[in-house]
């Protein structure tokens, strides 16, 4: 039976080299596209800003508005914006020169890894890559790129999701402080069965709105990463 695709063979014992080297080609894509979500979620900037946007929502009061899918699609348009800087060098050092037949696969792929482990190092507090490193039994490392990837991407992580869990409090001061008000003057008026987030919501939709608020959260987000 012919191919379907020219080039590609399902048969990894095939008696060419060329034909078993297309093979494992193969498998090695279909293997980066599965990890792809994790790669974007881990390595990037992703998940810093849908964790803030998260906490936004949240501390409006506002429910599902904006939905999961807003949300989640500004943060991905908004990690490709931060990460164009590593995306272009990736595709100039690593992608080109490989599929260009310059370099090999191996040295592909720690090219690549070297401007993820910049961006990635600016991000990450020395206590928590030193975290990874004691316990990964890794050497001391003297520069930047001889950083272990499976010591930097946790760190990274954690580091991450600590700046945001900041980021996140500071959003929440202005309106739990709304929230205070609207209780304490609803329960002064004997109100109390009156719940206080349906008075308060409005109150703070009009103050997110009046400061311009998904302008100043954004640029806070760019800031971090400039």
């Known amino acids: ?34 990890l792809a979500p994790a790669i974007l979620i881990l390595m990037t900037s992703f998940t810093r ?27 991905l348009f908004l990690t490709l914006f931060i990460m ?3 995306f272009s060098q990736v595709n100039h050092d690593a992608l080109k020169p490989y599929l260009n037949g310059h370099i090999s696969q191996k040295e592909a792929i720690t090219r690549a890894e070297d401007p993820f482990k ?7 507090r020395q206590k928590d890559l030193n975290l990874f490193l004691k316990y990964g ?28 869990f900041e980021m996140g409090f500071m ?3 202005p309106f739990l402080v709304i929230d205070m008000v609207v209780a304490s003057v609803l329960m002064a008026m004997g ?8 008075i308060s919501l409005p109150f703070k939709i009009l103050l997110f709105i009046m400061v311009d608020g998904w302008y100043l959260v954004v640029q806070s987000l760019l800031a971090g990463y400039s």
């Open 49 to 75: 800003i849908v964790i803030v946007l998260s906490f936004v929502r949240t501390s409006l009061s506002t429910q599902q508005t904006p939905p999961n899918q807003v949300l989640i699609g500004l943060a």
């Open 84 to 86: 164009a800087p590593v």
């Open 171 to 173: 959003i929440f001061i």
């Open 1 to 34: 039976m012919s191919n379907i695709i020219p080039g590609i063979h399902t048969n990894v014992l095939s008696q060419h080299p060329s034909d078993v080297a297309t093979s494992l080609q193969l498998l090695l894509l279909i293997t980066i596209l599965s």
């Open 137 to 164: 039994h890794y050497k001391q490392p003297k520069t930047i790129n001889d950083i272990p990837m499976t010591a930097m991407v946790p760190a990274f992580t954690i580091s991450e999701m600590k700046t945001a």
């Open 118 to 124: 910049e961006f990635m190092a600016k991000q990450t």
């Open 191 to 198: 109100m109390m069965m009156l719940p206080p987030v349906v």
